[in-house]
Antibody
Framework: QVQLQESGPGLVKPSETLSLTCNVSGGSISSYQWSWLRQAPGQGLEWIGFVYFSGSTNYNPSLKSRLTISLDKSKNQFSLKLSSVTAADTAIYFC????????????WGQGTLVTVSP | DIQMTQSPSSLSATVGDRVTITCRASQSISKYLSWYQQKPGKAPKLLISTTSTLQSGVPSRFSGSGSGTEFTLTINSLQPEDFATYYCQQSYNTRFTFGLGTKVDFK
């Protein structure tokens, strides 16, 4: 059973780059499109983007100019970098596997809170 | 982007109630609709994909229906562990969007 675990700093300063990593264990990294989603405090879910096994990406247009998602097959990890952050980027960030067959996100990591503050 | 509108935004119910949550899409999304359950401090859990396909391990009291622009999630005989927030998500295109959620709490 595939399990995901996010890691990275919980506090980022405004204008800096938010960097998170998701470790994939218990399954093949080739089986999903590896995704990032976020949830601002008390709010709904926002899809950020995903990376295919090939390395190509698909990003939310609203974040595209600041976003890089990459895959490290040797480490069974994928990463998120979001530049020029503001307080509006404060959220719980989830990594998840997107399954094209069902159009659904499953499995999910537990999520990690990132706060943007001076 | 395709807008997903859930109703109600919250509802109060008791154990044993039948609960129905509606999700409307701003354009037709065919059958490409999933439902998730989220409890406080936890990640969303996939319940149903492609409108009505129940995920393995999800109780049969959960069901989904609909097509095009209108979809429903029904919980028959609500159980204590079902009090949570429910989200719909469209995958008609790869600019995935979610509804704002429906919180089901105790009456």
């Amino acid at each position: 059973q595939v399990q995901l675990q996010e890691s990275g700093p919980g506090l980022v300063k405004p204008s800096e780059t938010l960097s998170l990593t998701c470790n994939v264990s218990g399954g093949s990294i080739s089986s999903y499109q590896w995704s990032w989603l976020r949830q601002a405090p008390g709010q709904g879910l926002e899809w950020i983007g995903f990376v295919y096994f090939s390395g190509s990406t698909n990003y939310n247009p609203s974040l595209k100019s600041r976003l890089t998602i990459s895959l490290d097959k040797s480490k069974n990890q994928f990463s998120l970098k979001l530049s020029s952050v503001t307080a509006a980027d404060t959220a719980i960030y989830f990594c998840a596997g997107y399954q094209m067959l069902c159009g659904c996100f499953d499995p999910w990591g537990q999520g990690t809170l990132v706060t943007v503050s001076p | 982007d395709i807008q997903m509108t859930q109703s109600p935004s919250s509802l109060s119910a008791t154990v044993g109630d039948r609960v129905t949550i509606t999700c409307r899409a701003s354009q037709s999304i065919s059958k490409y609709l999933s439902w998730y359950q989220q409890k406080p401090g936890k990640a969303p859990k996939l319940l149903i994909s492609t409108t009505s396909t129940l995920q393995s391990g999800v109780p049969s009291r959960f069901s989904g229906s609909g097509s095009g622009t209108e979809f429903t999630l029904t919980i028959n005989s609500l159980q204590p562990e079902d009090f949570a927030t429910y989200y719909c998500q469209q995958s008609y295109n790869t600019r995935f969007t979610f509804g704002l959620g429906t919180k089901v709490d105790f009456k």
